[in-house]
């Protein structure tokens, strides 16, 4: 979590600076990119120990640019199901040769950081459990396991092999980048739109957040402020409902693995359904007033609870 609030800190100075330098002590920005930097440094930071620095100069880094441009284009072969070129890859288009040379460049960039982790706890022969990212203790374990005897001979993943962990980061960037950044973007405009709602998110805020003259943490980021996530029950409750009106998986498909009765109706084991998460989440015998953004849902008020007391479901 430090190294989180690290990366949003350094995104609010990077835009205090920017109002500063303005003429008229304000700036216009589009919020779903700026999001989009965010995502990426927070992913950089927390996944694999590097910042990709997006928000301290709010322009997308190249890995940023790279990841808007093949999820663009698979969007684009997507929605042409029955062209056969977009699903050959190997046909020399101007279109798939640029594609393969961003994939290669991508994959590039995430090796190099990967073989630059390895070469680091192989020198300095540290543990990897000092480190808070996910590749630092990944590289730990497999490395335990391997040392101990424990490593399994029928497992393919291995740590020597970069590409293995390649994809896995792969995975985890494209799951998580988009939609991240879309889920935030939604939740800033539901808030924008209602007013009582970012009072009490603020007010939430100021009661739990401490500051770095107050923090007695031994955390690097000394001047960045900290907080208990655990304490932000209304902030919670906010995420929880835009996710709700706007999921960022709209529909779901899944194979079943047994017969199933839907209003009188018997599926057959084996048959593919699709779900529609959006208007499940939008039905009124789910969720009262449906349309309406209202985190309270979410959360309930304790009267008798202390501010320090607050947990997740508590407001």
């Known amino acids: 979590m430090p190294s989180m609030t690290s990366v949003c800190f350094a995104l609010v100075q990077s835009l205090q600076r920017q109002i500063v330098n303005s003429d008229d002590s304000s700036i216009i920005v589009k919020v779903l990119p700026l999001m989009k930097i965010l995502a990426i440094d927070i992913f950089g930071i927390v996944s694999m120990g590097t910042d990709f620095c997006g928000c301290r100069t709010l322009e997308p880094s190249p890995i940023a640019k790279v990841i808007d441009f093949m999820s663009d284009e698979l969007t684009r072969r997507a929605s042409s199901p029955f062209n056969p070129l977009n699903g050959l890859y190997c046909i020399p288009s101007m279109q798939n040769i640029r594609y393969l040379k961003k994939r290669s460049f991508l994959r590039s960039l995430l090796n190099t950081i990967i073989e630059s982790r390895k070469m680091e706890m192989n020198v300095s022969n540290e543990d990897g459990m000092g480190k808070k990212d996910l590749l630092s203790n990944l590289l730990y374990v497999f490395k335990t396991q391997k040392e101990s005897g424990q490593e399994s001979k029928g497992d ?160």
């Open 156 to 315: 393919k993943f291995s740590i020597h092999s970069s590409d293995n962990f390649t994809d896995l980061f792969l995975s985890l960037l494209f799951a998580g980048y988009e939609t991240t950044a879309i889920t935030v973007t939604y939740a800033l405009y539901c808030v924008a739109k209602c007013p009582k709602v970012e009072e009490r998110c603020l007010r939430e805020l100021e009661s739990v957040i401490v500051g770095p003259e107050n923090d007695s943490s031994d955390s690097s980021n000394k001047n960045v402020p900290s907080f208990d996530p655990k304490k932000l029950a209304y902030c919670r409750a906010v995420i929880l409902e835009t996710l709700r009106l706007y999921p960022p998986t709209p529909t779901l498909s899944r194979c079943l693995q047994r017969p199933l009765g839907v209003d009188g109706v018997e599926l057959p084991k084996g048959i593919r359904i699709f779900l529609h998460i959006w208007s499940i989440q939008r039905d009124e015998r789910n969720f009262p007033r449906p349309l309406e953004f209202i985190p309270e849902r979410w959360v309930r008020r304790d009267n008798n609870c202390a501010k320090n007391e607050q947990h997740s479901t508590v407001w």
